[in-house]
Each structure stands twice: as C-alpha cells, then as structure tokens.
T-cell receptor
C-alpha cells in the first residue's frame, strides 16, 4: 500500500463546476497536510495547508481533513480553465520531531477544466 | 525578492559524468531539501538538511551527494553511480519547526 494515495485521474470538469480531489494516507502519526498545485513543467506551489480535523477555506479552495478516516480532500469551487494542473497531496509527521519538511507526496491527480 | 533559486534550468550529462545542481535561498530558512520527480509520479526525497554542516539521507539517496557549508546553499551532486539520473530535480526550504516547504523552479536533468 502506498503511503499517500490520490484518486486516479485524470479528472475533467466543466468551467464553473466543483472539482473534488481526494487523498488517503497510511501513517496515523501524520500531523500536517498540504495541497500543492503543479503546472506542466513547473515546480509545485503550495495552495493549502491543514492541520486539524474539519474544513479550511481559502477563496475558492476548501481543504477537508478527517484523521480518523486518514483522509484529506481539496474542493475547488467555480473551477476555471486556469485551475488545470496536477494537484499533489503531501503529508508530514509531527512537526515537533526531526522531520521538518519531510513530506511524503502522492502521485498527483491531473485536473482539466474545460470551457 | 526572497526565494529559492535553482540553476541551471536544464542540464545535459553524458553517462559516467558527475554533475552538480545548485540551490540557493535568501529566505533565511534553516531547513533545505532535495526531491526528485519522475514523469507521472509524485516527489521523492533525496537528502535534507536542518542546519549548516549537517544533512541526512532521504528515501532515495543512493548515487547522490550533498553539502551544506552555508545556510543559503545546498548543492546536489548526481554521481555516475546513479543509474537513472534523468529526472526533474526540485530544491525546497522551510523554516525551523515548520513542515511547509517552498520550492525552487527546478532543474531538468537529461543523460545523453
């Protein structure tokens, strides 16, 4: 079983729709969760971080975390063609230890928003 | 402007040669990391450093070496022992106590 697994893609949604990206992780000790957006040929860009159960909203993006189910998701409302990219889920253990930035990444989900 | 600078953007290497990828940051971050990305895959950790003159192996360190002589710099050497070096290499940094990592623009290495 992969440590961080994302829903298989590619995912295609029409402009204006809600895109839902899912991620599960195997390490119950994980404490920090991130979503990165990566355009083709570019480096990952941090778009959301979440540390406690529940929802966190930032503009059109909502991250949802359920530690009991070991599940984290990203919702993109009112999807735009400019949201077309690969979205990477990343998970880190307790930040108080010796694992600063030791992120474990999923394989990514390719999102295409078509006009 | 604060940020992480990787150079070169593209690098071609002949088989059997060592090459060094540069990573410089002016964010005053203590921790720095090197990741590798292969097509259609996520990122895998090669090496990381939390403080000057100290670094640890990540998940795929074989065939790579690093140094951390200055806080701002964390160069990665891809040695001839690395069997499949063609990949996209990403340097990242974070502040002490944080797991939020910020990335440079990457170096695409191709073995010819």
């Amino acid at each position: 079983q992969k440590e961080v697994e994302q829903n298989s893609g590619p995912l295609s949604v029409p402009e204006g729709a809600i895109a839902s990206l899912n991620c599960t992780y195997s390490d119950r000790g994980s404490q920090s969760f991130f979503w990165y957006r990566q355009y083709s040929g570019k480096s990952p860009e941090l778009i959301m971080s979440i540390y406690s159960n529940g929802d966190k909203e930032d503009g059109r993006f909502t991250a949802q975390l359920n530690k009991a189910s070991q599940y984290v998701s990203l919702l993109i409302r009112d999807s735009q063609p400019s949201d077309s990219a690969t979205y990477l889920c990343a998970v880190a253990p307790n930040a108080g230890g010796t694992s600063y930035g030791k992120l474990t990444f999923g394989q990514g989900t390719i999102l295409t928003v078509h006009p | 402007d604060g940020g992480i600078t990787q150079s070169p953007k593209y690098l071609f290497r002949k088989e059997g040669q060592n090459v060094t990828l540069s990573c410089e940051q002016n964010l005053n971050h203590d921790a720095m990391y090197w990741y590798r990305q292969d097509p259609g895959q996520g990122l895998r950790l090669i090496y990381y450093s939390q403080i000057v003159n100290d670094f640890q192996k990540g998940d795929i360190a074989e065939g790579y070496s690093v140094s951390r002589e200055k806080k701002e710099s964390f160069p990665l050497t891809v040695t001839s022992a690395q069997k499949n070096p063609t990949a996209f290499y990403l340097c990242a940094s974070s502040i002490t106590g944080s797991t939020e990592a910020f990335f440079g623009q990457g170096t695409r290495l191709t073995v010819v």
